[in-house]
């Protein structure tokens, strides 16, 4: 089996698993539905259809699934068109230094401006921008980093 197959086969029987808890079953319940609608006693020996046709009918006695709220990265920003050109130096100057991300320019603004700082570096002031730019190229000549 290959990891893809795995990945959903494990993604289907986690539903099928967080539908059992949340519709209440009893394991006499689940172990019918499992027989009647998979033909196997346990979720894991399910397969592709059999795990369809099981959460195609707990759907119907009631089953909703939900969005994740963890496992996403927060988006970033869109920084205004005035800090742009600023915004895209810095990115420049983080990926020549050995491809460092952007939360690397967030922590550096959290030292520069301690509890005042924003969440992303993208939120700073023109100015604040253009002092960790300053630094970061004090950084790139120090680390022997591209500065062009």
Do not use: C
Request: proline residues 5%; without cysteine; glycine residues 6%.
């Amino acid at each position: 089996m290959s990891k893809l197959a795995r990945d959903h086969r494990n993604g289907d029987v986690i539903k099928i698993q967080i539908a059992r808890k949340q519709l209440n079953l009893t394991e006499e319940e689940y172990q019918t539905i499992l027989q009647t609608y998979g033909g196997v006693q346990s979720s894991k020996d399910l397969d592709h259809d059999g795990r369809k046709r099981v959460l195609a009918y707990m759907e119907r006695l009631g089953f909703k699934p939900k969005a994740s709220a963890t496992g996403k990265r927060p988006a970033r920003p869109t920084p205004s068109a005035d800090a742009l050109p600023l915004v895209r130096r810095i990115r420049a100057q983080l990926i020549s230094l050995d491809r460092k991300p952007d939360e690397y320019a967030d922590g550096i603004a959290k030292q520069m401006l301690g509890d005042q700082a924003p969440q992303f570096f993208e939120w700073l002031q023109l100015r604040d921008l253009d002092r960790l730019s300053q630094i970061l190229t004090h950084h790139q000549k120090r680390t022997g980093a591209p500065t062009s």
